[in-house]
């Protein structure tokens, strides 16, 4: 366990892809019975789960996916049908294998009682495994006539590296190496036998090649050249310790060796080039080109996995970048050299494309958490009793991972809440004329700087009159609300027009979590509604949390800063023109009334001269505010830096920045201010 714990990451990641292949497979598989290409594809992803768990001595979930192997081949073979029951059998052994999982992350034991589940998938396997097991017993025994010394080629470049090695002191050894027949996983078994000799020397060649390793289209031997100081038994002995490794071949590359390969290698190209076995000390290429292997190679390594804590580090050292050179520039413009100017463009210009990149490496596909909502939306189905079609859009829009690996929690309440309280039951929607399957519709795009997603329903829609009901039991004014306001209203906290609680939701917690966490990262959440048409949750994201474009505005004394998506407009207005209606003050732009936010009431700065206003223009959802502000500064390119959980209950603020000279700005959450001023808002629609 010890040797394998570096692997543990890459384990994680390949089993976490695996099993949401499994998941969505399972859906498929469930609607089309009948195309036994799904099961091939599934048995595969088991299949590679088995073995990856088999080689880092994770028994548990070893055993449980290959009992699931066993009923997948079945599934193959017709010899059982394909039924709610297998279904669901199949669905409960994949909760447990990320139970499993999960336990391993936390650094528990993955040691859970699956003695019910191995039953049951015995109890569909039991009497039908006959097939399977005549196959494996006809496998061909040829297979072990490839267990020898023989190599299809040694090109020059590779002949020059080993006798280069060889007068530097070094061993180079001609190595075959057998799996087991029955092993789970082969391509683990070469990849940690490599892995074992490269701590010890270099691999210099491998056959099969890399590509056909990796996809395991090959029998149970493959075959390397190793250069080491080792001795040879050292050698044997290190790929022998691996698991599941059946035996090895080895022998020392001479200079009899070379010399007669190359003589060999010049007949051979007027002659059919038959391999020839080592221990005839020969070396003898066929047609398999040096020339494919390097683009097999390459092909492979058009991308890594990185640990997402480097990729914080780098974009944090990025952010530091556009610190310092905001610094240098005001510097620079405060002893006017001349001869700054040019270093300073080309710094400027060098750390955008450098900002630019890290953001695209941040970014990541929102389907990395649609993935999970397929299966979700099947077992509320079957937990509600409803029939729900699910419909996902857009699911290649990108956002920063650090957004994206937030959006999970948010988007699962509002389905739950569009599956219990949106889409109504069969029976119901067949008395309004729709279809009796209700439809979830989750949709996402790119809106300039910013990634919109929607969630919607064709179910009840939200009714006002209702909201308002709840609302005024609650204590909750809703004199001069519109329908759309009063719809507003289900974000509060505690808030519900739910007449029972249900395990699903009902108990007045999720709509105002699903808000807060929005705002966290810096977007906004709306609902529109239509009774017995639907409702569409829309909510709207900064692509970035890291780095942005900000407005510098001045409030009294102090500076503040503010992200540039949430400005509409500036305007500096007559003190006339800003108006008192029902308490409140408003300014009309273009025939509409604005509510107008005063920044020093909100954070009780010193009053403000109204001869000298400026009005910023903002939107929130359908909704504009006016935020009065003493002067505009200028725009800026600014690095976001949280605030932290010491000052967690400081909600108006997005986080802080430090400028050029050192010192540290607040940057202003929108959001929040804009919707502890909507509280007093009265029906300003005219």
């Known amino acids: 366990m010890d040797e394998n714990s570096k692997y543990l990451e890459l384990f994680f990641e390949e089993t976490d892809e695996h099993l949401q292949s499994l998941n969505e497979q399972v859906l498929e598989l469930e609607k089309h019975p009948e195309q036994s290409e799904i099961v091939d594809v599934m048995f595969r992803s088991a299949h590679t789960i088995k073995g990856m768990a088999a080689t880092m001595g994770f028994d548990t979930m070893a055993k449980l996916t290959h009992k699931m192997e066993n009923v997948f081949d079945l599934l193959k073979k ?63 025994e040829e297979k072990d006539e490839d267990f020898n010394l023989t190599l299809h080629t040694l090109d020059d470049s590779n002949r020059q590296v080993i006798e280069s090695a060889k007068e530097s002191g070094f061993n180079a050894y001609v190595v075959a190496v057998k799996v087991a027949e029955d092993s789970s996983m082969k391509n683990a078994r070469v990849f940690l036998v490599m892995s074992k000799l490269e701590q010890h020397g270099d691999v210099l060649y491998v056959e099969p090649n890399a590509e056909v390793l990796e996809n395991e289209d090959f ?11 080792l001795e040879e038994e050292e050698v044997k002995n290190l790929a022998l310790d691996n698991s599941e490794i059946e035996d090895v071949l080895i022998q020392t590359i001479t200079e009899t060796t070379l010399e007669t390969d190359a003589l060999i290698h010049e007949a051979a190209v007027e002659e059919d080039e038959k391999p020839v076995t080592l221990t005839e000390d020969v070396l003898v290429p066929d047609k398999a080109a040096p020339k494919t292997k390097a683009p097999q190679k390459q092909a492979m390594n058009h991308s890594v996995r990185v640990d997402i804590e480097k990729l914080d580090t780098f974009m944090n050292l990025v952010s530091e970048l556009v610190i310092y050179r905001t610094q240098l520039e005001d510097i620079s413009s405060q002893v006017q050299a001349s001869e700054l100017e040019e270093p300073l463009e080309q710094v400027a210009r060098i750390s955008a494309d450098l900002q630019e990149l890290v953001l695209k490496i941040r970014m990541q596909p929102v389907s990395a958490v649609m993935s999970r909502f397929p299966r979700m939306v099947r077992d509320l189905g079957n937990d509600l009793g409803k029939e729900f079609e699910l419909v996902i859009e857009g699911e290649d829009t990108e956002l920063d991972r650090t957004v994206v690996s937030e959006l999970g929690e948010p988007l699962i309440h509002l389905i739950r809440n569009a599956a219990d309280h949106g889409v109504e039951m069969p029976e119901k929607r067949l008395e309004l004329g729709k279809n009796p399957k209700g439809q979830i519709k989750i949709t996402a795009y790119q809106e300039g700087n910013r990634v919109v997603l929607t969630v919607s329903d064709d179910g009840k829609g939200v009714d006002p009159a209702a909201v308002k009901a709840s609302a005024e039991r609650k204590g909750i004014a809703t004199e001069g609300l519109s329908d759309k306001e009063l719809q507003q209203l289900i974000f509060h906290a505690g808030f519900s027009t739910a007449k029972e609680v249900t395990s699903i939701s009902g108990r007045g917690v999720g709509m105002d979590v699903v808000k807060q966490k929005i705002n966290t990262l810096g977007g906004t959440i709306e609902i529109d509604s239509v009774i017995n048409r639907g409702t569409v949750f829309k909510v709207n994201l900064p692509l970035t949390l890291s780095i942005i474009q900000a407005l510098l505005i001045k409030v009294g004394n102090e500076v503040f800063a503010m992200p540039l998506g949430n400005v509409q407009k500036i305007i500096k207005p007559k003190s006339v023109e800003i108006i008192q209606v029902h308490n409140r003050e408003i300014y009309m732009f273009e025939n509409t009334a604005v509510p107008v936010v005063r920044l020093n009431e909100a954070f009780d700065i010193a009053a403000v001269d109204d001869e000298n206003l400026h009005l ?55 959001a929040s201010i804009c919707q502890a001023s909507a509280s007093q808002e009265d029906d300003l629609e005219y």
């Open 78 to 140: 017709k010899s059982i049908q394909v039924n709610e029951k297998s279904i669901a059998l199949i669905f409960d052994c994949l909760d447990t294998l990320s139970d499993l999982v999960e336990d391993l992350r936390e650094g528990n034991e993955a040691d859970r009682d699956i003695t019910t589940l191995v039953e049951q998938l015995d109890a569909v396997a039991d009497g039908k495994n006959t097939a399977a097991e005549e196959k494996s017993e006809e496998e061909p």
């Open 219 to 229: 029998g149970t031997v493959f075959k390397l050249i190793f250069l080491s100081k």
């Open 616 to 670: 910023i223009l903002v939107k929130q959802g359908e909704k504009q505010y006016a935020l009065v502000v003493d002067d505009i500064i200028r725009q800026q390119e600014i690095a976001i830096k949280k605030l932290g959980k010491e000052l967690s209950m400081l909600k108006k603020y997005l986080g802080a920045t430090i400028m050029g000279n050192g010192g540290i700005i607040m940057i202003l959450d929108i």
